[in-house]
């Protein structure tokens, strides 16, 4: 079965540090989001690209993240400064346009800032 | 505003019964409504997806239902297994689509043997 992959599983760093994650969404699929899950919050779009272009990242604080797909095969989302509050699961899932289609999730970056 | 609630926020039931989770929304017009399944360390899986016109869809011993007028779904899970345990997220997608999907906060199913 054709899957999302993440890179990396997990990451720890400290405070202050870039951070860079990586996704590789499913082959032929024309939208990726990005999301953040938290105990408290649950899942929370922060980003959504179809056919590489951004459409919406009025969740992302501008200010620290950044979100890119380089090429179809390659999305990235950027943490600049990080901050001890930025530590949760990142996931990206990818789709196709049509109405009724599922998302495909990776299993995600787990995010720890010290 | 856009909502959606799920009940309860976590289940304990022993393997081979069944069990019902619930998710109440506000978000009108919608697209659709689905289920995910999400295990411990992975990412959510869809199980079912309707649209606001469909109130019932299967997936195995999974069945979702809709009722459109009390913005109400449920999902269903018959004689339930270890492998059941997981949380379960109801996530709508407004019609309108400028507007965010939602997602709900989730149903950890613990299921004993």
């Known amino acids: 079965d054709a899957r999302v992959t993440q890179t990396p599983r997990h990451k720890v760093t400290e405070m202050g540090q870039e951070v860079t994650m990586r996704c590789q969404p499913i082959?032929?699929?024309?939208?990726v989001f990005w999301y953040r899950q938290t105990m408290m919050q649950g899942l929370e779009l922060l980003a959504y690209f179809r056919n590489r272009a951004p459409l919406d990242d009025s969740g992302m604080p501008k200010d620290r993240f950044s979100a890119e797909m380089p090429d179809a095969t390659l999305a990235t989302l950027k943490i600049q400064p990080s901050e001890p509050r930025d530590s949760a699961v990142y996931f990206c899932?990818?789709?196709?346009?049509?109405?009724?289609?599922?998302?495909?999730f990776g299993d995600g970056t787990r995010l720890s800032i010290l | 505003k856009n909502q959606v609630e799920q009940s309860p926020q976590s289940l304990i039931i022993l393997e081979g019964k069944n069990c019902t989770l619930q998710?109440?929304?506000?978000?009108?017009?919608?697209?659709?409504l689905r289920w995910y399944k999400q295990d411990t360390g992975r990412g959510p899986v869809s199980l079912t997806i309707m649209t606001f016109s469909e109130n019932t869809k299967s997936n195995g011993r999974y069945t979702a239902t809709l009722d459109a007028d009390t913005k109400q779904s449920s999902l269903h899970i018959t004689a339930s297994q270890l492998s059941d345990s997981a949380s379960y997220i109801c996530?709508?997608?407004?019609?309108?689509?400028?507007?965010?999907?939602?997602f709900g906060k989730g149903t950890r199913l613990h299921i004993l043997p």
């Open positions: 899932a990818s789709g196709l346009e049509q109405l009724h289609q599922p998302q495909h």
């Open positions: 082959l032929g699929h024309n939208t």
């Open positions: 998710c109440n929304y506000t978000v009108s017009p919608f697209s659709n």
């Open positions: 996530v709508v997608k407004p019609r309108n689509r400028d507007d965010k999907i939602i």
